[in-house]
């Protein structure tokens, strides 16, 4: 599975951003996907992760009420749709792919793809 990540820019605190994932190569597989970020000096952290087709989501504690994750399936598409950001948000966002029902950690993905910049000014 290929992944191609897009939809990130810069926003002011309080805004909105939708993420995008596109999958390709065996899309046909029922995968679990997940999005996680990484800011400049940190360690990459676990997000939000859904898993297929999509009844079962889990968020990260700072992020849970404010981010929405689902995925379209006829699409091989899957969205983060990211609301009332913050500064601390600001990190490049990666979107992953796996068989772990509901991963959070990276070791839990098989698939990235190259990263999305989010930047949240306030």
């Known amino acids: 599975v290929q992944l191609q990540a897009s939809g990130g820019g810069m926003v002011q605190a309080g805004g909105s951003l939708r993420l995008s994932c596109v999958a390709s190569?065996?899309?046909?597989?029922?995968?679990?996907s997940a999005w996680f970020r990484q800011a400049p000096g940190k360690e990459r952290e676990f997000v939000a992760a859904i898993s297929w087709p999509g009844e079962g989501t889990s968020y990260r504690y700072s992020v849970a009420g404010r981010f929405t994750i689902s995925r379209d399936s006829a699409k091989n598409t899957g969205y983060l749709q990211m609301s009332s950001l913050k500064p601390e948000d600001t990190a490049i966002y990666y979107c992953a792919a796996g068989y772990q029902y509901l991963g959070t950690t990276p070791l839990a993905y098989d698939y990235w793809g190259q990263g999305t910049l989010v930047t949240v000014s306030s």
């Open positions: 190569g065996r899309t046909s597989s029922r995968y679990f």
